[in-house]
């Protein structure tokens, strides 16, 4: 299933212009006739499953890595030119600092590679290390080294940055703090493209989710838009004896029963007539319906990609099969 619900804007440089990629290594098919367009200040996600292709479509627009077909413009440019000119940036997972260095020398070695760029203390400000200038990378947590690598990338003050898992390994507090340091640089009006595993993120600091399975795209929207791409709602209740998941199942229109301990998550296209069944033939107590989330829909759309490809390969292997 696949939905485009932004339009490509009809003039305008766009930050990132990608048409019909394709990337094969071997006979694996990481990225599959990929269109994507961002508008400049946009703030986006990138999700999907592992092997989906987010990390090699990374590496394309930030050539590191050259398409099979397709094209990439970053800001109207190749993207070596983009790089080159300072205007794009690159905040990875790992690697890429001296442990031995302290944070502000490490900045201020970083920046001497560039032509001009942010005064050193400006960009550690903005993200969030003012602090620890005199601490050693090696002595700084997770989520610190996260904010120096934030803190490289704004050097050269680029117009678009990209981020592959950023908060990999961080606590919940050192996540809050990195994103909140991000999202008051993007009011700036920078364009942000991040992948994430962490799927609360996506919604909480977004403006617009992407997700791709088998190296294409399945949703395209805001948070609210790609959600409502999943029909159905999770009914849930409490419940102080047995919990027959069985007997749930069971009913019309559940497509899936969770138990959490005493409590039971139902995800339901026929919300009101579960409803109904646990308050009148069960002793469900605190009974809540919702909207399914951003995770409801990642599952659903993604797996439909899932089943959608595999019956794909069986159909081509087929088809190759009988002209042989």
């Known amino acids: ?40 200040g946009e703030v986006v996600a990138f999700l999907g499953p592992n092997g989906a292709g987010k990390t090699t479509t990374i590496d394309m627009l930030l050539g590191l890595a050259d398409p099979d077909e397709g094209t990439v413009q970053v800001l109207g440019l190749e993207p070596g030119q983009a790089i080159a000119a300072g205007r794009v940036s690159a905040v990875m997972q790992s690697g890429g600092l001296l442990k031995d ?8 070695l970083t920046a001497s590679f560039f032509g001009g760029t942010r005064p050193a203390r400006e960009v550690m400000q903005r993200a969030g290390i003012a602090d620890i200038g005199d601490r050693k990378v090696g002595k700084c947590s ?5 904010r120096l690598r934030f803190a490289l990338a704004l050097l050269p003050d680029p117009d678009l940055i990209v981020l592959d898992e950023p908060t990999t390994g961080m606590d919940v507090e050192g996540r809050r703090d990195f994103w909140n340091a991000l999202r008051a640089d993007a009011a700036r009006g920078r364009t942000i493209l991040f992948a994430t595993h962490y799927l609360e993120e996506a919604d909480a600091y977004a403006d617009r989710i992407v997700m791709v399975s088998h190296g294409r795209i399945v949703a395209d929207g805001s948070a609210a838009q790609v959600k409502s791409l999943t029909s159905g709602r999770i009914v849930s209740a409490s419940f102080e004896g047995t919990i027959d998941a069985a007997a749930l199942r069971g009913l019309p ?13 139902i995800r339901t296209t026929d919300s009101d007539s579960v409803a109904r069944h646990l308050l009148t033939a069960t002793d469900a107590t605190d009974l809540e319906i919702a909207a399914r989330g951003l995770e409801d829909a990642f599952i659903a759309l993604t797996t439909d990609a899932q089943a959608a490809h595999t019956a794909e390969t069986i159909t081509e292997t087929q088809t190759e099969k009988s002209h042989a």
């Open 1 to 40: 299933m696949t939905s485009q619900l932004l339009d490509t804007p009809a003039t305008g440089t766009l930050a990132l212009d990608l048409r019909g990629l394709r990337k094969s290594f071997g006979t694996v098919r990481a990225v599959d006739g990929l269109d994507l367009a961002v508008r400049p």
């Open 101 to 108: 260095l302290t944070v502000l020398e490490t900045v201020q």
């Open 142 to 146: 997770g989520g610190q080294q996260q």
């Open 253 to 265: 229109g559940v497509v899936d029963v969770e138990v959490r301990r005493e409590r039971v998550l």
